[in-house]
């Protein structure tokens, strides 16, 4: 027999939490495997966020071949306790979340990864802030979930000049 671990899902889920963008909430995704900061096309609408020309000519490719120029960026109000900042993302059309941080976000914050707790910390402003995973919600089959348990396949991002 084996012993189940009840922290299993920390291992086998890709972080997300919900944070405030302006006034609403939305869901984040920390990928410290994206090479990129994402805002989803959808979320520039649900927000009434404006977007601005992409300052560089880039174009994404995911593993399946399935190439997407970038040709817009957005500055979207993050808040998550005592972390309230604009963070630049690139505008895609995005289904696992309304707000991807990738490393740029990871790297600019010199963010710690704590793997085993599947937590992420940094200090800002004098203070340490720590995140923490919402656990996944299993699916309601009769109803279209706002919160995705699992992403199956995890999709590399890589950046075409």
Same mark, same amino acid.
């Given at each position: 027999?084996?012993?189940?671990?009840?922290?299993?899902?920390?291992?086998?889920?890709?972080?997300?939490?919900?944070?405030?963008?302006?006034?609403?909430?939305?869901?984040? *995704?920390?990928?410290?495997?994206?090479?990129?900061? &994402?805002?989803?096309?959808?979320?520039?609408?649900?927000?009434?966020? /404006? *977007?601005?020309?992409?300052?560089?000519?880039?174009?994404?490719?995911?593993?399946?071949?399935?190439?997407?120029? &970038?040709? /817009?960026?957005?500055?979207?109000?993050?808040?998550?306790?005592?972390?309230?900042?604009?963070?630049?993302?690139? *505008?895609?059309?995005?289904?696992?979340?309304?707000?991807?941080?990738?490393?740029?976000?990871?790297?600019?914050?010199?963010?710690?990864?704590?793997?085993?707790?599947?937590?992420?910390?940094?200090?800002?402003?004098?203070?340490?802030?720590?995140?923490?995973?919402?656990?996944?919600?299993?699916?309601?089959?009769?109803?279209?979930?706002?919160?995705?348990?699992?992403?199956?396949?995890?999709?590399?991002?890589?950046?075409?000049?």
């Amino acid at each position: 027999s084996t012993i189940r671990d009840d922290n299993e899902w920390k291992q086998t889920t890709i972080f997300h939490t919900f944070i405030l963008c302006g006034e609403r909430s939305c869901k984040l *995704v920390i990928d410290n495997g994206s090479c990129m900061d &994402i805002v989803s096309k959808t979320t520039i609408g649900f927000l009434n966020l /404006e *977007v601005e020309p992409h300052p560089k000519s880039l174009r994404v490719s995911w593993v399946n071949r399935t190439s997407l120029p &970038i040709s /817009e960026r957005c500055l979207v109000l993050i808040k998550m306790g005592d972390y309230d900042d604009r963070v630049y993302c690139d *505008v895609l059309p995005m289904d696992v979340a309304h707000v991807l941080s990738g490393r740029p976000w990871l790297y600019d914050l010199h963010v710690i990864n704590h793997r085993r707790e599947n937590t992420f910390a940094f200090r800002y402003k004098g203070k340490n802030i720590i995140l923490n995973p919402d656990k996944p919600c299993p699916k309601d089959h009769g109803s279209q979930s706002k919160v995705t348990p699992r992403v199956p396949i995890k999709k590399s991002l890589h950046i075409l000049d």
